[in-house]
């Protein structure tokens, strides 16, 4: 299975698009979205072309292929608007023999770790900043942010295929 992965698309129309020219060319079975879909949050300057109405009627179109978790700026209002569950905190994804427990990073991170098992992926978005890093009992992945990357680093995702994950750039 060929998965792609991105987080904290914070309401933008523009990053949003990319993201999903980019999972149309991937052919990825599923597109993983790590939490902040719709609301840029109280720290974040807004991104380029914020309309969460927009990024609303995009995702909803590809709704059957989405995989969702909660980000701290998600809410029950998002909820109503969108036609994909988005308010589970955490999801166990079963990929090509990886055990992932996908969650947005707010609550569940290196700092406060989920119930992990030895070799598990411990898979978050919210920091805005990608890595991969061998954590010796399991191993932290995080796309880093759709549309708004920090630390000098590149609008990213990830793609999950035949159990190795790779950084891409829009």
């Not at 999801?91 to 700092?111: E, Q, R, S, V």
Request: proline fraction near 5%; glycine fraction near 6%; hydrophobic fraction near 35%.
């Amino acid at each position: 299975m060929k998965l792609m992965i991105a987080s904290d698309i914070h309401g933008s129309a523009y990053w949003c698009k990319k993201m999903i020219d980019a999972f149309d060319q991937s052919e990825a079975e599923k597109l993983v979205i790590l939490g902040d879909i719709l609301y840029h949050g109280p720290r974040n300057d807004l991104p380029e072309e914020y309309s969460p109405k927009q990024v609303t009627s995009i995702l909803n179109e590809l709704k059957d292929s989405l995989l969702c978790v909660r980000g701290n700026c998600d809410t029950e209002v998002d909820q109503m608007v969108l036609d994909f569950p988005v308010m589970a905190d955490y999801a166990y994804i079963y990929c090509d023999g990886l055990k992932i427990f996908a969650t947005h990073g707010h609550k569940y991170n290196c700092d406060n770790l989920p119930p992990l098992s030895h070799g598990d992926v411990l898979l978050h978005g919210h920091t805005h900043v990608p890595i991969i890093k061998d954590c010796g009992d399991y191993t932290y992945v995080n796309p880093g942010s759709v549309s708004i990357p920090k630390e000098n680093s590149a609008h990213s995702y990830l793609i999950l295929e035949n159990g190795k994950f790779s950084f891409q750039e829009l």
